[in-house]
C-alpha cells in the first residue's frame, strides 16, 4: 500500500533563510505527487504537484520540489522563507486512477518562522 | 459563491448524539472525499465518491456513513457521535478520478463530542 513519511514534524527557521522540507513516499508505481499548505484554522492549499517531465517543479509562493526516484524523495524547498509561511505542510501521493483514485497524506511537517 | 464550501464551521455534540457534516461544491467535480484531521496523524480518509450513488470506504469508515444523491453534495453522518470522533473533519473534490488533478479542500468543520 502506498504512504508518505514526513520525517520532521516541526521546523524552525528565521525569515531570511532557506528552507527544506522533506517527503519520502512508497508507491509501487509511478508516483504521482503533491504539496499542500494550511495555514492556521483554513483548509488545504495547493502548493505544486508532480506528474511526469522535469524532476524539478515550480509552485506558488516560491516554492519548488524536486523529484527523486532514486530516494523516492520529493522534497520541498524555498529559498529565503518570509513570516507568513509559517503553517503546517503536508506531503501527498495519489493512487491508481479509476474507482480508487485517492489521495494519501503525509502527517504534516509544522514549519515556525522566527524573526 | 463558487467553490466548496462546509458547514457548519464548528459543531458541539453529546456522545450518542447523531450528527451531520454537509459539503457541497458547485464545480460538478465528479469525485469527492472526506478526511479527518488529528494530531499525530495527519488526514486520514474516510470515504470517497467516484460519482452520484457511488461510495467507497477510506482508512478509517467505521462509525461513519456518507451518501451521495447528487453529484454536488456529499454529507458525512456520524451515526452515534463517540469522543474519538473529536476532530477536524475536511471535505474535498477533484475533477475527475485520475492521478493527475488536484483535489480542492473546504475550510473545515471543528466537532467537539463531549
Known amino acids: 500500500a502506498q504512504s508518505v513519511t514526513q520525517p520532521d514534524i516541526h521546523i524552525t527557521v528565521s525569515e531570511g533563510a532557506s528552507l527544506e522540507l522533506r517527503c519520502n513516499y512508497s508507491y509501487g508505481a509511478t508516483p504521482y505527487l503533491f504539496w499542500y499548505v494550511q495555514s492556521p484554522g483554513q483548509g488545504l492549499q495547493l502548493l505544486l504537484k508532480?506528474?511526469?517531465?522535469?524532476?524539478l517543479v515550480q509552485g506558488i509562493k516560491g516554492f519548488e520540489a524536486e523529484f527523486k526516484r532514486s530516494q523516492s524523495s520529493f522534497n520541498l524547498r524555498k529559498p529565503s522563507v518570509h513570516w507568513s509561511d509559517a503553517a503546517e505542510y503536508f506531503c501527498a501521493v495519489a493512487t491508481s486512477g479509476g474507482s480508487n483514485y485517492k489521495l494519501t497524506f503525509g502527517k504534516g511537517t509544522l514549519l515556525t518562522v522566527n524573526p | 459563491d463558487a467553490g466548496i464550501t462546509q458547514s457548519p464551521r464548528y459543531k458541539i455534540t453529546e456522545t450518542g448524539r447523531q450528527v451531520t457534516l454537509m459539503c457541497h461544491q458547485t464545480w460538478s467535480h465528479s469525485y469527492m472525499f472526506w478526511y479527518r484531521q488529528d494530531l499525530g496523524h495527519g488526514l486520514r480518509l474516510i470515504y470517497y465518491s467516484a460519482a452520484a450513488d457511488i461510495t467507497d470506504k477510506g482508512e478509517v469508515p467505521d462509525g461513519y456513513v456518507v451518501s451521495r444523491s447528487k453529484t454536488e453534495n456529499f454529507p458525512l453522518t456520524l451515526e452515534s457521535a463517540t469522543r474519538s470522533q473529536t476532530s477536524v473533519y475536511f471535505c474535498?473534490?477533484?475533477?475527475?478520478?485520475?492521478?493527475?488533478?488536484?483535489?480542492?479542500f473546504g475550510q473545515g468543520t471543528r466537532l467537539t463530542v463531549v
Open positions: 474535498a473534490s477533484s475533477v475527475q478520478g485520475a492521478r493527475n488533478t488536484e483535489a480542492f
Open positions: 508532480y506528474f511526469s517531465g522535469d524532476t
